[in-house]
Nanobody
Framework: QVQLVESGGGSVQAGGSLRLSCTAS????????MGWFRQAPGKEREFVTA????????DYADSVKGRFTISRDNSKNTVYLQMNSLKPEDAAVYYC?????????????????WGQGTQVTVSS
């Protein structure tokens, strides 16, 4: 079992920044692919970004590319999501997730463990 706990959500004005953190506990974390997803009210959960175990393979949704940065610190069992130039359409509950095997990192169904989510609100 892996437990994931997100933190860092909050309310910001458009153009502002937030940094989300996701700390893992339980089984080995360092060799797992990590992803961030988000879900706005009335919408499906959507892929935001993913990072492989050594940080050399990173993928971003087009909607966040150039504004968001994912990183990880395996010594702290933590993955981060730096969000800059936030827009009202970025408002959602953000979830981190981990997958222990290969497959499509953009597909929520491929992930084995999920955090409880952290709310991000962006006002215009």
């Amino acid at each position: 079992q892996v437990q994931l706990v997100e933190s860092g959500g909050g309310s910001v004005q458009a153009g502002g920044s937030l940094r989300l953190s996701c700390t893992a506990s339980g089984r080995i974390f360092w060799n797992y692919r990590m992803g961030w997803f988000r879900q706005a009210p009335g919408k499906e959960r959507e892929f935001v970004t993913a990072i492989n175990w050594n940080g050399r393979m990173i993928d971003y949704a087009d909607s966040v590319k150039g504004r968001f940065t994912i990183s990880r610190d395996n010594s702290k069992n933590t993955v981060y999501l730096q969000m800059n130039s936030l827009k009202p359409e970025d408002a959602a509950v953000y979830y981190c997730a981990t997958k222990t095997a290969g497959g499509d990192s953009r597909s929520a169904g491929e992930y084995d463990y999920w955090g409880q989510g952290t709310q991000v609100t962006v006002s215009s």
